[in-house]
Nanobody, 130 residues
């Protein structure tokens, strides 16, 4: 059974950086697309990135493009989200998600970006505050 566990969240000052990890167990990560999402209190879940199973193609939401970088190490069954130049509005619970054989070229970052993903982690809190 596929399980995802996020880690690496915490408190960081504006302008700082964090790297989130998503450890996947129960399956081989090679065939899965990985998505990163976040949800702030009172807001809808926001799509941040969608990375293909090979890692060769990654798509980003406009609010994080140029600041966040998704990566993966299939040998370690782990995905990462490097977050730089963090802003107050980046505070949220961050989630990773996985979907078998999903082509991120079809990912609609605006309309229901979370729908293609069937497996989710429990989330990790990121708080950006001075």
């Amino acid at each position: 059974q596929l399980q995802l566990v996020e880690s690496g969240g915490g408190l960081v000052q504006p302008g700082g950086s964090l790297r989130l990890s998503c450890i996947v167990s129960g399956v081989t990560l090679d065939d899965y697309a990985i998505g990163w999402f976040r949800q702030a209190p009172g807001k809808e879940r926001e799509g941040l990135s969608c990375m293909s199973s090979t890692g060769n193609n990654t798509y980003y939401g406009t609010s994080v493009k140029g600041r966040f970088t998704a990566s993966r190490d299939n040998a370690k069954n782990t995905a990462y989200l490097q977050m730089n130049s963090l802003k107050l509005e980046d505070s949220a619970v961050y989630y990773c998600a996985a979907e078998l054989a999903y082509y991120c070229s079809a990912w609609d970052v605006v309309n229901y970006p979370d729908r293609p993903f069937g497996s989710w982690g429990q989330g990790t809190q990121v708080t950006v505050s001075s």
